[in-house]
């Protein structure tokens, strides 16, 4: 296979179809008062969160392709360009994505990353372009060495990537209901991803899909989304600020302080920056089970529910 393989950016030939489609979905909330609800400055946030992900992207992507070139190089695995091999790579990068998205919930230095797609409280398509803007720094590129190093060309697997993203682009609405049963039970949609970005006990870390919803099923993560629970978007502990540079930069800054406190052993200096989200060395914060537990000393009822019926 040549080097000089290359495919097109369909994020950037997505951009049209995004801002038709917010358009779209704005009108229609407007029109009919329902679906979920626009305001200003969070959307303003969300579009320049967008605008600087795709900045870093061309700053820094020559990192992770170096890094791609040299692992194709040293790989004797070449698997060619065949459709059915393009579709095999969407599949398992799907499969990498979910894993990503994982590590992203429940490894702090991920999640430094990954909290501003989450930091917004309104749920639309504008939250769907609230992206990163610090991605490079995670090192979660290696999830995609495999891949590669099975004989994926390193422009092949990019180009499955940026379809992965566009794809859930749309399911950032509360404009669309459920789909389909069948459609609900492979595939990520709006109503899985609802659950996904709710703060509630009952949906803290589950539905990391990016296309096929399987992988959470196949992994334990799955929670439908509940009508008589519905989905209270943002954060634990919400920032309420629509700084763009504190919502990319916040949680760097808040391991940063938690990890230089005086007193600490190495050990716990270390889990300040690898351990869940809500990790305190002297138990003083909640974590997503301390939350769910908390929940459920309050609401027994909810015992084996939905979202509580691993805990």
């Not at 959307?43 to 992900?53: C, H, I, N, R, Y």
């Not at 790989?75 to 095999?88: E, F, H, R």
């Not at 990498?96 to 989450?118: C, D, L």
């Not at 609802?194 to 990391?208: F, M, V």
Request: aromatic share 14%; glycine share 8%.
């Amino acid at each position: 296979m040549p080097h000089t393989i290359s495919y097109p950016d369909v994020t950037q030939w997505a951009v049209p179809f995004f801002i038709a489609a917010i358009l779209a979905e704005f009108l229609w909330i407007a029109i009919k008062r329902r679906g979920g609800r626009y305001e200003t400055r969070d959307a303003v946030t969300s579009l320049v969160m967008g605008a600087g992900s795709v900045a870093s992207g061309i700053a820094l992507g020559f990192i992770a392709w170096a890094f791609f070139t040299l692992l194709w190089q040293i790989t004797p695995l070449d698997l060619g360009t065949s459709v059915w091999v393009i579709a095999l790579c969407f599949v398992l990068d799907d499969l990498r994505y979910y894993w990503v998205h994982r590590f992203g919930h429940r490894v702090r230095w991920v999640w430094a990353s990954h909290v501003n797609h989450h930091s917004s409280q309104h749920y639309n398509l504008t939250t769907a372009l609230r992206q990163t803007w610090t991605g490079t720094f995670t090192f979660m590129m290696v999830v995609r060495a495999p891949l590669v190093l099975l004989g994926f060309h390193p422009a092949m697997v990019l180009f499955v990537g940026g379809i992965n993203l566009v794809y859930q682009f749309w399911i950032h609405t509360e404009a669309i209901g459920r789909m389909p049963r069948w459609f609900e039970a492979v595939m990520n949609t709006p109503s899985h991803h609802r659950a996904h970005h709710g703060r509630n006990p009952r949906y803290l870390d589950c539905n990391y899909a990016g296309v096929f919803i399987i992988w959470d099923k196949m992994f334990g993560t799955f929670v439908p989304e509940q009508d008589h629970d519905r989905p209270d978007y943002g954060l634990v502990h919400n920032i309420g600020t629509f700084n763009p540079l504190r919502v990319a930069f916040h949680e760097w800054v808040s391991i940063f302080k938690d990890m230089t406190q005086p007193g600490l052993t190495l050990r716990q200096r270390l889990l300040y920056a690898v351990a869940p989200p809500g990790y305190s060395h002297d138990g003083s914060r909640d974590s997503s089970e301390t939350i769910r537990a908390k929940h459920l000393h309050r609401h027994p009822e909810d015992i084996g529910s939905a979202g509580f019926d691993k805990t």
